[in-house]
């Protein structure tokens, strides 16, 4: 019999995968987005420095999304279990956090950063990255990433594993977190909302995160996690922004507010200035508040100021916080649906 060439099996295994993504149904996703190789992650905690977290793993996108306080702070490629030894999709707390493990299963194979989900034997750890589903049943991930995720996250820690039996919001998610950080139950969608709500009431104490998505024209406001307003916004002719994060700082400048002219400005930090980018998308934002170009309602404004603290993060992004619809293609051999973009340079895979 002809020996098949080496890299045939391994674009079987793609075409397989491919076919098995397709068999999910339509699935959801972003804008368009960049590709990340295997082993390759985005990591911005800095948007959300403190709040619950929440981690989705997409298993047709082998992909991992951490959010924290409402938001998304990285998403990173992963390896999950293979043919014969699927990882199982459903919701888990972490049960077990171990920087040095090894496998009492398999060789005693090294598992570090492992945070375990079942007793049977599913865990996140650092791992190879073939660019497909390649592990025992596990969910390998970037060393790096796997240290900066052990490091966020505690046990008792939602983790979700989705795949087709999901809302696709869940398997394709967006910038808004797709599922409640206590439960792992899949949230409804902010986009095309007209409806204002503002229950502070939900969550009286904790970090607060505004998300301010234009292309959605929605204001997600969380405390602690949990979702306590929301609010549609005009946003008319806006250049591209990108994604900005900004922290308040304490004290008040003397000029008035752009939003509410009868109170004092807040002071904020402009994270991730270090670019001139940055800081003229920073520039077109405060100009589309002073045009009408960008309003956001006023009474809503005014129940939100009130609550603002020093600490308290805003981001604005361009990005969809909840996808649209659309069927994913897989590209190429790493077999696995884009992320979406991050507000940092992608990391590169350790050598």
Not at 1 to 10: A, E, K, N, Y
Not at 59 to 80: D, F
Not at 150 to 172: E, I, L, N, Q, R
Request: hydrophobic content about 45%.
């Amino acid at each position: 019999m002809r020996q098949l060439p080496p890299v045939f099996p391994r674009l079987l295994r793609v075409l397989v995968f491919a076919l098995a993504v397709m068999a999910c149904g339509a699935l959801t996703a972003a804008t368009a987005l960049p590709d990340l190789k295997p082993g390759q992650f985005t990591w911005a905690p800095e948007i959300a420095p403190s709040g619950p977290v929440t981690v989705v793993v997409s298993l047709p996108e082998q992909r991992a999304y951490v959010y924290r306080n409402g938001v998304r702070i990285g998403v990173s490629t992963v390896s999950s279990g293979r043919p014969g030894f699927d990882t199982p999709s459903g919701v888990y707390t972490i049960l077990q956090k171990r920087r040095e493990h090894y496998s009492n299963i398999y060789d005693n194979a090294p598992m570090p950063f492992m945070q375990r989900l079942t007793w049977g034997g599913v865990a996140l750890h650092a791992g190879a990255l073939p660019g497909y589903p390649a592990s025992h049943g596990c969910v390998r991930l970037p060393r790096a990433f796997a240290e900066k995720l052990f490091d966020v996250t505690s046990a008792g820690t939602v983790v979700v594993v989705a795949s087709g039996a999901f809302p696709p919001t869940v398997v394709t998610p967006g910038f808004f977190t797709p599922v409640d950080p206590a439960t792992g139950i899949a949230r409804g969608s902010v986009a095309g909302s007209e409806a204002v709500e503002w229950f502070p009431e939900r969550s009286p104490q904790g970090p607060l995160t505004v998300l301010l998505g234009t292309t959605d024209r929605a204001l997600v406001v969380f405390r602690n996690g949990i979702e306590i307003g929301r609010a549609p916004v005009t946003a008319e002719g806006l250049p591209p922004l990108g994604t900005l994060a900004f922290v308040l700082l304490a004290g008040t400048k003397p000029e008035p507010s752009i939003v509410l002219p009868d109170q004092p400005a807040l002071r904020w930090l402009l994270l991730q200035a270090g670019t001139s980018t940055a800081a003229a998308s920073a520039d077109a934002l405060r100009e589309a508040l002073r045009s009408g170009r960008l309003v956001i309602p006023t009474a809503f404004a005014r129940q939100l100021y009130e609550l603002m603290q020093p600490g308290t993060t805003v981001v604005v992004t361009d990005e969809v916080l909840v996808p649209s619809d659309r069927i994913d293609v897989l590209d190429s051999e790493e077999g696995a649906a884009l992320p979406a973009p991050m507000p940092m340079p992608i990391a590169e895979p350790a050598q």
